[in-house]
């Protein structure tokens, strides 16, 4: 599956010179579930970068990782990971960034032990936990943080919520036919 990330949004999208928004993952088999949250980005026109940080596999490389993101362009970093999910609340205790946690359904506990190894990480080091497989919600709150300080972010987020109450006003109009 690695191969598949080449020439992809890996790395640094197209459009991104600095990066605003990294998207960390435990391994390429992540990678399926976080289509759909990079692809927000995408529309959203966010500088991002994806990359592998394993917390067990590659513990030194999500260290050094973690520690130089605050100094670098990165705003917001996503952390995603299934099983006994540490790699968001390890980035988290190296970095004064915040960082969102996306659980991956990865094992026979259905993704229910990476929602809670994220979710109840103790006082002093919040990952702001979204729902299991949910890359969509952790890409949109993401642009929420970033829009807190940018108009035009904001801007981009009002227009693409205004073009999802039209789609589902005109879903609700064909249900009516
Ligand atoms: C976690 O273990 C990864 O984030 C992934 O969700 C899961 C399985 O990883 P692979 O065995 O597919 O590399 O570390």
Redesign the pocket.
């Known amino acids: 599956m690695v191969d598949e990330l080449a020439g992809k949004p890996n790395k640094t999208s197209p459009s991104a010179a600095e990066p605003l928004v990294a998207v960390i993952?435990?391994?390429?088999?992540?990678l399926p579930?976080l289509r759909p949250g990079l692809q927000i980005l995408e529309k959203l026109q966010i500088p991002f970068t994806t990359r592998i940080t394993?917390?067990?596999?590659t513990p030194d490389w999500l260290r050094e990782f973690s520690k130089e993101a605050a100094s670098s362009s990165l705003r917001v970093i996503i952390g995603?990971?299934?099983?006994?999910?540490h790699?968001p609340g390890m980035c988290a205790s190296w970095t004064t960034l915040p960082v969102i946690g996306c659980p991956?359904?990865?094992?026979h506990l259905d993704g229910v032990d990476?929602l809670y190894s994220m979710t109840q990480m103790p006082r002093g080091e919040p990952v702001a936990t979204v729902g299991i497989n949910n890359s969509t919600n952790a890409a949109l709150l993401a642009v929420r943080i970033l829009g807190a300080s940018d108009l035009e972010v904001r801007e981009r987020l009002r227009m693409w919520m205004a073009g999802n109450e039209k789609e589902v006003l005109r879903k609700d109009k064909v249900l009516l036919e």
């Open positions: 993952m435990g391994s390429d088999s992540d579930v394993s917390a067990h596999r995603a990971a299934g099983g006994a999910a790699l991956v359904k990865a094992t990476s």
